[in-house]
Each structure stands twice: as C-alpha cells, then as structure tokens.
C-alpha cells in the first residue's frame, strides 16, 4: 500500500504562512484624514447624531404633507336586520344592505396650527442639523487627542530607546574606566541604576502605546483587535491664524449658536401652533363613488348609483377647560428658556474662544523654546561626557545630564501635541482653517 505521507507533508506545507515565500501582512498605518474617516464611519457618536437629523427631516416632510390635499378610497358593506321596512331594523339604514365604494379628496382650506407645526418641524430639522454639525466637530476634536496623543506615544517609546542605549553606552565608559582605575566603582554603581531606570521608562512607554493604541481603536475600527500604527506628522501643524479672523470665522461658523437660534425658533413656531388651537378650522371633503343597496352602477329602477358629493366643515373652539391657555403658556415658558440659552450660548462662544487662543498662543510659542532646550540638553550630554572621560566631571553630573535630555525629548513632544489639541479645541468653534 502506498504511502500517504509525503501528499500530507505537502499539504500542511501549503497551509503554512510562509509557503511561496509570502509574508504576514503589515500592521495598517493610519494618516489623520485615515483615522477621521473611518472616526466618522463607526462611532457612535455621530451615527446617532446623524440618525436624529434624518428623523427630523422626515417630521418635516409629514408636517408639510399634513398641508396638502390628500386622496384615499373607502371601501364598506353594511348589513342590517331585515323587518319588513325598506331601512330594516335599523331606522338611519338605507335597507338591509348598504355598499359603498368611494374615492374622496380631503384638504384643509384654513387650518392654523398645522401651518405653525410645519415652521416648528422645519426649526427643528435646523436644530438637529446644528447638533450634527456639532458632534461631527466634537468628533474631530476626539480623533485629534487620540491620534496625536498616539504620535507622540510612538515618539517616546523611540526616545525611551535612544535614552536606553545612551544609558548603557555611559555604563560601558565607566566600566572600563574602572578597570583602569580612572574612576570609582561607585561611578559603575550609579550609570547601572541608570540603566534600569532606562529600561523601566521604556517599559512604561511601551505600555503607553499600547494603551493608546487600544483605546485609539474603539472608534476607529468596527472588531476591537485591529492593529495599526499613525503617520507622524506632529511637525506639520497649521499656522494659528490671527485673532480677528478666528473671531470671524467663529461667529460665521458656530454651530452652538446655530443650534441655540433654531431652539429660539422652534419654540416661537411652538407658540403660534399652541395659539392656533383658540381658532377655527374650515376644510373640505369630495366623495365619488357608489352608496347604494346594490353593488351596480345603476338600481333596479335604472337610476344611476354612481355621483359625487362635496362636504364643508367648520370646526370652532369654544370651551376646553384651559387646555389651550395652559399649553400657551407652557410654550411661552419654553420660549423663555430658549432665548438664555442662547445669550448663554454667545457668552460661552466669547469666553471659549478668547480661552481656546491663548492656549493656541503659548503653546505655539513655547515650541521653539522647547526645542532649544532640547539642542542645549544634548550639547550639555555631550560636553559633560567629555569632561568625563577627561576625569572632570562626575558620575552624578552626566547621570543628570542624560535625565534633563530625556525631559527635553518629552517636552517637545507633549508641547506639539498640546499646539495640536489647541488648534483643534477652537476648529470646534471656527470650523477648519
């Protein structure tokens, strides 16, 4: 019997991810506009944001249709008990069978209050506009924290590294130093504890990352275990524009304000349809069609059972027990509410923005102070170095050399993500720019 080892060593080769010389695929890397895009596709945030603008919109369209004529049929059979007498036993009958097949047009010639119910869906559907464009900037604003606080968590693992093997390139100087007597084991002592002071930061910046990363993915991805990385590009932030345009830009574009107006002017709509209520409504109604004893076009004496008919209607309000001043009053009480959220809403876009640009300010101010530092911190690494392989200077001052360059590092990264954040807390009130 022949064997069958070989074909399944063959298979199981095949199967192996390294069969035909292929290669695992690489972890997705992210650019901003990535990371936005697919922000916008799965959360949650701006879905349901999203999903109350569309409900809005489609108040709106029932409102405005609630206006228009509006067509049906009408379709009955009315059987009554026969006693003798053309109605039967029940007198308003026309007999013991009644058919009716009808079509009719229903149309309201005066009517109020649905003409104040269409205004206050057509400012809502502005209002859940405003909110949408309000989660959508929210949601900006998220995705830039989390991405840039990913970039700069990249950013320090590389740091914690390079500040690793500058740790360790110091513990191999003085270990050999050492053994040629030039310095004291002490001098051994203190760049080792700074070796593994080294190592524990860079494994806290891993788990930084990592952390980052996690919490990155839970609006980006629509499966929780998707690996990725982000394209660094901390460096390339836009120029802060100048106040007066911001200010500009800020009472062009806000949608706080924009939400709170259409508040305003969904209630006002709201008073006019609760004042509607103390008036009359005219409409009316056009059948055609058959109401007959027989289901024919004509009767048994040759009389047509096919006409039309028209119906007029005056509804007039006279006594309801105060349900119409009561609910007045509430939609002025509403009104009321509505107008200081919106003096609240233009203080707080005032204050925000005066806050958000002086943030803006220092934070773009202090990056060149940060990245001098930085070149003065390696220079001073350097230098003191120097003066340490010429034995003068010590253990504890290159130590401290190395700890004021790794706070350097830190510095710069943590002052670009804060111009970063800055920026993007005040396109929450401008819009980009």
């Given amino acids: 019997m022949p064997s069958i080892l070989p074909t399944v060593g063959l298979g199981v080769a095949l199967l192996c991810p390294g069969a035909f010389g292929q290669t695992p695929a690489e972890p997705l890397k992210l650019t901003f506009d990535d990371a936005l895009a697919r922000a916008r596709q799965y959360s949650q945030t701006a879905y349901t944001a999203n999903i109350a603008a569309l409900l809005a919109h489609e108040d709106a369209v029932q409102a405005k249709a609630a206006l228009l004529p509006s ?18 036993v029940f007198v308003p009958n026309d007999g013991p069978r009644v058919y009716t097949e009808q079509a009719y047009l229903h149309g309201d010639i005066f009517n109020p209050e649905k003409r104040a119910e269409y205004r206050k869906a057509i400012a809502a559907e502005a209002l859940a506009k405003a909110k949408t464009d309000l989660a959508a900037r929210g949601l900006v ?45 002490v001098d051994v002592v203190k760049a080792r504890l700074q070796v593994q002071q080294r190592e524990r930061d860079l494994q806290d910046a891993r788990a930084a990352l990592d952390k980052a990363r996690i919490g990155f993915a839970v609006i980006l991805f629509p499966t929780y275990n998707q690996t990725f990385s982000v394209v660094d590009d901390l460096d390339g932030a836009a120029k802060l524009p100048a106040f007066a345009e911001i200010r500009t830009m800020a009472a062009r574009n806000s949608p706080d304000i924009r939400a709170a107006e259409a508040a305003v002017q969904q209630q006002t709509s709201a008073i006019a349809a609760a004042r509607a209520g103390y008036m009359p409504t005219l409409s009316v109604d056009y059948y055609f069609g058959l109401q007959a004893n027989q289901l024919a076009v004509h009767n048994p004496d040759g009389n047509n059972n096919i006409g039309s008919s028209v119906q007029a209607s005056l509804d007039i309000p006279i006594f309801n027990w105060g349900a119409n001043r009561s609910r007045v009053k509430q939609a002025e ?71 004021t360059l790794v706070q350097a590092r830190g510095a710069v990264d943590d002052g670009l993500v804060r111009y970063r954040l800055a920026l993007a807390n005040l396109q929450t009130l401008t819009g980009a720019f």
């Fill in 71 to 88: 067509i049906g049929g009408l379709s009955q059979f009315f059987y009554t008990q026969p006693n003798g007498t053309a109605s039967g």
């Fill in 141 to 185: 604003a998220t995705v830039t924290g989390d991405y840039y606080g990913m970039a700069a968590a990249q950013r320090k693992v590389s740091n914690a590294e390079r500040s690793l093997k500058e740790a360790q390139d110091f513990q191999d100087l003085s270990e050999k130093q050492e053994r040629g007597g030039e310095v004291a084991r």
């Fill in 333 to 403: 009480l509403q009104l009321d509410q509505a107008r200081k959220d919106l003096s609240l809403a233009q203080r707080t876009l005032l204050s925000e923005m005066d806050s958000f640009y002086v943030e803006a300010q220092v934070a773009t101010s202090q990056i060149a102070s940060l990245r001098d530092s930085l070149t003065l911190s390696e220079e001073n690494l350097r230098l003191t170095r120097l003066r340490y392989t010429a034995g003068e200077s010590t253990a504890q001052e290159v130590v401290d050399a190395q700890t």
